[in-house]
């Protein structure tokens, strides 16, 4: 079974710029997670989808950040227009349980 | 709010040594709690969890974790590291935000590097 994909798996722009991470899960896995970790400070759940609907997305840093999930697949995370704060490593993760979250390598994001 | 705590952000343990990597949560209940691991250009893997019963888990690579109520840890152990176990490692919690039990978005401890001497 392939695991959870990202891609890019490294991306550089520059501030004001626009960029679409993709989360591709586990086939069959309804759950679907996005988290970031900014350097030095812990990973933070931003959002969580079920199916195509999302289900809580209390963890989004503000409307610059859009996230989707069409068709209940794979789920794009947009930053629009990115400030230099927004760098850092974003993981996707995805569960059959919402107990069970299974992570996949992550997409570096730096803006310049 | 629910918080995680991991004291330790670097630990060295020699070779074939016992490793303890400790974490404390905060949470009005019985949380879901997890190990995960994250090594040098990989993703986050899940070393294991708890929901509830035992409260001593047994996980993958040899690892293990006890949850303790009265102290709210869950500390992650291995009797004998080996060189292949350093690397990153993230205690976390979930609650049970929905009426079917769900987990929900985890919160996550700052990390411990685990550094193995050879």
């Known amino acids: 079974e392939a695991g959870v994909t990202q891609f890019p798996s490294h991306s550089v722009i520059e501030k004001g710029q626009t960029v679409t991470l993709r989360c591709d899960p586990i086939?069959?896995?309804?759950?679907l997670y996005w988290y970031r970790r900014v350097m030095g400070k812990e990973i933070k759940f931003l959002l969580h989808?079920?199916?195509?609907?999302?289900?809580?997305e209390s963890g989004m840093p503000n409307n610059r950040f859009l996230a989707e999930r069409t068709g209940g697949t794979y789920s794009t995370l947009k930053v629009q227009p990115a400030e230099l704060e927004d760098s850092g490593v974003y993981f996707c993760?995805?569960?059959?349980?919402?107990?069970?979250?299974?992570f996949g390598p992550g997409t570096r994001l730096t803006v310049t | 709010a629910q918080s995680v705590t991991q004291p330790d952000i670097h630990i060295t343990v020699s070779e074939g040594a016992s490793l303890e990597l400790r974490c404390n949560y905060s949470?009005?209940?019985?949380?879901?709690l997890f190990w995960y691991v994250q090594s040098p250009g990989q993703g986050l893997q899940l070393l294991l969890k708890?929901?509830?019963?035992?409260?001593l888990v047994q996980g993958i690579k040899g690892f293990e974790a006890e949850f303790k109520r009265s102290q709210s840890s869950f500390n992650l152990r291995k009797p004998s590291v080996h060189w292949s176990d350093a690397a990153e490692y993230f205690c976390?919690?979930?609650?049970?935000?929905?009426?079917?039990?769900?987990?929900?978005?985890?919160?996550f401890g700052k990390g411990t590097h685990l550094i193995i001497q050879p």
């Open positions: 949470y009005g209940a019985t949380p879901y």
């Open positions: 708890y929901f509830s019963g035992d409260t």
């Open positions: 993760a995805s569960g059959r349980d919402p107990r069970e979250q299974y």
């Open positions: 976390a919690v979930g609650g049970r935000k929905y009426s079917g039990g769900g987990a929900d978005g985890l919160t």
């Open positions: 989808f079920v199916k195509e609907s999302k289900q809580d």
């Open positions: 086939s069959g896995h309804d759950n």
